[in-house]
């Protein structure tokens, strides 16, 4: 089946879970880092005590993620969305109406729990489970949500606030997405649940914890990479050009072509996941991001980082139909809810432990050559103990 002929025969449910994840972008940090300066101004904070706030309620959010995320294995969608987008809704009201700090982080936390943490986890795991022979197309074409915000969202605010303040900004970009969302809840045929709450308690063996697995523990490393080590890079970009011997312009140039390679390259991933199989995909999908680390850390120059943020983008595009298609295979679909949301909540965690990481090796004059190759290492590590339950995915 052809991108077009699954979308036309599957646009409804294609539509939900690509504006769940698109609307995760309100969410996510590069967005609410647009109206860090206005934020911290309304609440009186600084860059440190914003940044510590920042900090605590997304690993806060990432609890709650373990919590909430598994309820979509037994929660009806159409519940579910609409569930999350209120909390996003008054996440935003809250951030935007009130100088109150207190309430104003409140509404901050909501907006990260929604956005970042449980739109994004709902679009990805119905599609997941909603698709069997097209799922790696159909999650390649989520694929596309997230990059599309990182493109599109940046230069359309920087363009409204000339004329609105940053509040009005945000009421704008709310009040399109609600109408969106509220075409889909009215037009649309929803899905069910796979399975009541009745049916998962009358099932204990099969229901444990993926934490309980080493399967899990095996294999969550390697899907943390990409978000562990690009958080990093992304964050401290001045110190990697600087010791690469890089220009910041390179730099902005080459994360701009990251985000449009991305594009091409997670509709071939999807198309990939379902004609060579998931396994044969998992083993591969790091491979030119493994090159790439060694070549940034051994080259350097300009060059250095164009070809890393090269292997980065393909690896990205491929990494979100490999990982969900993965855990399906390992985990099926009725259990899908709760094992991505420990995965969200890991990538949450990891997220925040690594820019920690990393300011302590910078602060002890470590270069960022040899951090690309610790990074290489890890890397290394994570793939090798994937091997095991890649193998055990292939049997299913």
């Not at 935007?96 to 909501?110: E, F, M, N, P």
């Not at 009215?186 to 099969?206: G, H, L, M, R």
């Not at 998931?278 to 080259?299: G, H, K, N, Q, S």
């Not at 990393?358 to 793939?383: C, P, S």
Request: hydrophobic share 55%; glycine share 10%.
């Amino acid at each position: 089946m052809s991108y077009l002929d699954l979308i036309r025969q599957n646009r409804g449910i294609l539509a939900v879970a690509f504006l769940a994840v698109f609307t995760g972008n309100l969410g996510q940090s590069f967005f609410i880092g647009l109206f860090q300066v206005s934020i911290s101004q309304q609440l009186n904070l600084t860059a440190g005590e914003f940044g510590n706030i920042y900090a605590a309620i997304t690993i806060t959010s990432g609890f709650l993620v373990m919590y909430f995320g598994p309820k979509i294995d037994w929660v009806v969608p159409k519940q579910y969305a609409l569930f999350v987008l209120v909390a996003l809704i008054l996440g935003i009201v809250l951030l935007t109406l009130s100088s109150w700090w207190l309430i104003a982080v409140l509404g901050l936390g909501l907006l990260r729990l929604s956005g970042q943490g449980l739109m994004t986890h709902f679009g990805l795991t119905l599609t997941g489970r909603e698709f069997t022979k097209t799922r790696g197309k159909a999650l390649g074409l989520m694929g596309l949500a997230m990059p599309s915000g990182e493109i599109i969202l940046p230069p359309l605010i920087a363009l409204m606030l000339v004329w609105l303040s940053w509040q009005q900004v945000w009421w704008c970009v709310l009040a399109a997405l609600v109408v969106l969302w509220l075409y889909l809840f009215i037009f649309v045929d929803w899905p069910e649940a796979p399975q009541t709450k009745q049916a998962i308690k009358a099932q204990p063996i099969k229901t444990k914890s993926p934490l309980t697995e080493l399967r899990f523990w095996l294999l969550i490393p390697m899907l943390l990479v990409l978000p562990m080590t690009l958080t990093g890079i992304f964050l401290y970009q001045a110190q990697l050009t600087d010791d690469l011997g890089a220009s910041t312009t390179t730099y902005a140039l080459a994360l701009t072509m990251m985000g449009f390679t991305r594009f091409p390259i997670a509709l071939l991933g999807g198309h990939w996941v379902d004609k060579l199989g998931v396994e044969l995909l998992a083993r591969t999908y790091l491979l030119p991001y493994a090159a790439t680390l060694l070549f940034a850390a051994f080259i350097g120059g300009n060059i250095g980082v164009w070809v890393l943020m090269l292997g980065a983008g393909i690896a990205m595009s491929i990494s979100t139909p490999v990982g969900d298609s993965l855990l399906v295979k390992l985990w099926g679909k009725e259990r899908l809810g709760r094992v991505r949301s420990l995965k969200s909540a890991f990538l949450v965690f990891s997220t925040g432990i690594t820019p920690a990481l990393l300011g302590f090796l910078l602060d002890h004059a470590i270069q960022f050559q040899t951090i690309l190759i610790g990074m290489f290492v890890y890397l290394v590590i994570a793939w090798l103990l994937a091997q095991s339950p890649i193998r055990q995915a292939s049997q299913a």
